[in-house]
């Protein structure tokens, strides 16, 4: 910030600030009372001062606006280049920059105050630049000079006023929130007979509504006063508690804290509610302490401050019907980082309190049939994902798992399948249904209307590129949580599926590389899961894997991979893919257990015999291709999957009769 609107004098200050950084106060301890002369001199000829106050009925009692504007555009300098912590300086230029400040102290400080206070008192009521130019040059001195130049009878009562004036209330909010910051060498008592001093509540009662960036620091200073408040009652908790007076002191503060910081937490403008952040989950962690003294049992009073938090959280997670989901930057959209803050606040609470959350997500999923906004639909079902922290091993006895199987029975009556748009709604519809996949063990029912959704145009097939990889993902989690119970419904899921993986370069412009490793990977996963069903396994291998395996000799056969430019490694490419592919789908079988002896244990000893003679061969295969093209950056990428095919390979009767031939 530079109070100075033209380029020339904040040069000059600059100059000024560098002459000061060598002369002060050794060879020019005079400095700032001849810079006072020079940019305040009145047209009386004497210097506006303590002694020669400024009034605002006398003209020749004012310096000239741009006399004003130096002298603070200088001390504005002097803050940047000699004092600001958040410039990284050598330690000669800190130690150098202290003795400045230490000399300050001494020798101008109390002037340089009380030029503000004269400016403060002479030109709010018509002069708002310089007042607030004032202020914006007061806010980063607070933190070093002593306080009581400030917090006097004389000074406070200007502050006072100016943060009831609509046009200078943002400043003072940051220079009360300054005050409120200074460390004040950690004394609790201290802090909160300064919170009285500056007469919090009465400062806060009287700021009338005002523009966004007023609203933001009047929270900021909300934010400021709570975690302060928090921080005394964790010094002296037990003190506050034996001292009537204190303690009545300190719960009146918070009791105005709290309810300030549920009314910035709740607005509108999501700055506002930034501002507070903080506050809010310092005040969590210690209501998760009062908590734990108190043997899990909260005051009504404090079950009550949870509620309205899940209230607003619920409210501040609701998507705005402005909000572009085509346009956003990646997981840095400034909303969307917003929202996963506001869901751990939500996930803390429910961790804490979580029959209050299950009731309040009970009656909002128990409402959503009658809901005709997708947004709010979304948010419902957001605020259930993240009930999840903690509860996804619902199937023990006396778990939640009854209210979940409840909830997804609403779910799939509801109408969030009529809505096309946004897009936002089904993908946190599915996101739920893999976060709670294991349940539907329990369920068996949902199984079958759940298969139909992620199978269809909705799910693994949505149109959407974007959408369809998160469905891809999200199917192949709740495959993998669901392996014994989707047994039945294996033939149907492969029918359906198979076609979309056939990773022939064509198809990958409809159904990525990615996607289709992530379906095969479900199938194998299925597929693999019975290790004693050789026929089942044949059958599969050579539905969906033969035909990967076959392309890949026909472009080593055909020698096809010659045709390959050094710009465009097409056959190479497909190759890997390919190779990708199989290495994904043999993740699904498990290997046998072999002792230490290198003999694998009888229970075993059966186990995935001809599927793993298969992926024996198929790996050799992968040899030979690798052999015939070398150290292609391609080709070697795909390590980690042809350590899957090895690990089938060496436990393989194939690897285990040679090894019997080399003994």
């Known amino acids: 910030m530079c109070v100075c609107s033209a380029p020339l004098e904040t040069r000059l200050a600059v100059v000024l600030v560098y002459i000061f950084k060598l002369d002060f106060p050794q060879e020019w301890p005079g400095f700032f009372a001849d810079l006072a002369s020079a940019t305040l001199a009145t047209p009386s000829g004497l210097t506006a001062s303590k002694e020669h106050p400024m009034n605002v009925e006398d003209a020749t009692s004012l310096p000239s606006p741009d006399g004003i504007r130096m002298w603070l555009t200088v001390l504005h300098v002097i803050h940047e280049e000699v004092v600001a912590n958040d410039v990284n300086r050598s330690v000669t230029d800190a130690a150098h920059g202290s003795a400045l400040k230490d000399a300050m102290r001494d020798f101008a400080i109390v002037d340089v105050v009380e030029t503000w206070y004269n400016l403060l008192v002479v030109f709010h009521e018509n002069h708002r630049d310089t007042v607030n130019s004032t202020l914006e040059v007061m806010k980063p001195y607070i933190d070093w000079i002593d306080i009581g130049l400030i917090i006097n009878y004389r000074f406070l009562p200007i502050l006072f006023k100016l943060a009831t004036m609509p046009d200078y209330a943002a400043k003072a909010m940051e220079i009360f929130t300054g005050l409120l910051e200074k460390g004040m060498e950690r004394d609790p008592r201290a802090k909160l007979e300064l919170m009285q001093t500056l007469q919090l509540p009465r400062i806060l009662a009287s700021v009338e509504a005002g523009d966004d960036e007023t609203m933001e620091k009047v929270a900021l200073l909300v934010n400021t006063m709570g975690v302060e408040i928090l921080d005394c009652y964790k010094i002296i908790g037990d003190t506050i508690a034996s001292d009537a007076e204190l303690s009545k002191v300190a719960t009146e503060l918070l009791q105005c804290a709290l309810e300030n910081m549920f009314k910035f937490f709740n607005d509108d403008v999501d700055d506002t509610s930034r501002a507070v952040m903080n506050f809010v989950r310092n005040y969590l962690q210690f209501v998760r302490k009062v908590r734990k003294l108190n043997e899990s049992t909260l005051s009504p009073e404090m079950m009550e401050h949870l509620r309205i938090l899940i209230q607003i959280l619920h409210k501040k997670m609701r998507y705005d019907e402005s909000y572009n989901f085509d346009d956003l930057q990646g997981d840095e959209d400034e909303f969307e980082v917003f929202r996963r803050t506001l869901g751990e606040l939500f996930k803390s609470i429910t961790k804490m309190e979580p029959d209050l959350?299950?009731?309040?997500?009970?009656?909002?999923?128990?409402?959503?049939?009658?809901?005709?906004?997708?947004?709010?639909?979304?948010?419902?079902?957001?605020?259930?994902?993240?009930?999840?922290?903690?509860?996804?091993?619902?199937?023990?006895?006396?778990?939640?798992?009854?209210?979940?199987?409840?909830?997804?029975?609403?779910?799939?009556?509801?109408?969030?399948?009529?809505?096309?748009?946004?897009?936002?709604?089904?993908?946190?519809?599915?996101?739920?249904?893999?976060?709670?996949?294991?349940?539907?063990?329990?369920?068996?029912?949902?199984?079958?209307?759940?298969?139909?959704?992620?199978?269809?145009?909705?799910?693994?097939?949505?149109?959407?590129?974007?959408?369809?990889?998160?469905?891809?993902?999200?199917?192949?989690q709740f495959v993998k949580n669901l392996k014994a119970p989707l047994q039945p419904f294996l033939m149907d899921i492969v029918t359906h599926l198979q076609d979309f993986v056939s990773f022939r370069p064509d198809s990958f412009e409809h159904i990525?590389?990615?996607?289709?490793?992530?379906?095969?990977?479900?199938?194998?996963?299925?597929?693999?899961?019975?290790?004693?069903?050789?026929?089942?396994?044949?059958?599969?291998?050579?539905?969906?894997?033969?035909?990967?395996?076959?392309?890949?000799?026909?472009?080593?056969?055909?020698?096809?991979?010659?045709?390959?430019?050094?710009?465009?490694?097409?056959?190479?490419?497909?190759?890997?893919?390919?190779?990708?592919?199989?290495?994904?789908?043999?993740?699904?079988?498990?290997l046998p257990i072999v002792t230490a002896q290198g003999i694998r244990r009888p229970d075993t000893a059966a186990a995935a015999t001809d599927a793993m003679m298969f992926f024996a061969r198929v790996f050799d295969l992968v040899m030979q291709t690798m052999g015939v093209l070398g150290n292609r950056g391609t080709i070697s990428s795909i390590s980690l999957r042809v350590h899957s095919l090895f690990s089938l390979r060496v436990h393989s009767p194939l690897s285990l009769k040679a090894k019997a031939t080399s003994r």
């Open 357 to 476: 959350v299950f009731e309040y997500v009970g009656n909002l999923i128990s409402h959503i049939g009658a809901m005709t906004d997708p947004l709010d639909m979304e948010v419902a079902l957001r605020c259930m994902w993240l009930m999840g922290e903690g509860f996804v091993d619902a199937t023990s006895a006396g778990g939640p798992a009854p209210f979940f199987i409840d909830m997804f029975r609403l779910l799939l009556d509801s109408k969030i399948f009529s809505f096309e748009e946004p897009r936002v709604l089904t993908s946190q519809f599915f996101e739920c249904v893999s976060r709670y996949s294991k349940l539907f063990a329990l369920a068996p029912e949902l199984i079958t209307p759940l298969l139909n959704l992620w199978m269809g145009k909705h799910g693994v097939l949505h149109p959407h590129p974007a959408t369809r990889a998160k469905r891809c993902s999200g199917f192949t």
């Open 512 to 590: 990525s590389y990615e996607e289709q490793t992530e379906l095969l990977e479900s199938f194998g996963v299925l597929v693999g899961f019975d290790r004693v069903d050789n026929a089942k396994h044949k059958q599969y291998i050579d539905l969906l894997i033969l035909p990967l395996v076959e392309q890949v000799s026909q472009i080593i056969e055909q020698k096809l991979y010659l045709q390959d430019a050094a710009h465009n490694q097409y056959h190479t490419k497909w190759l890997a893919c390919l190779i990708r592919g199989i290495g994904t789908f043999s993740k699904g079988f498990p």
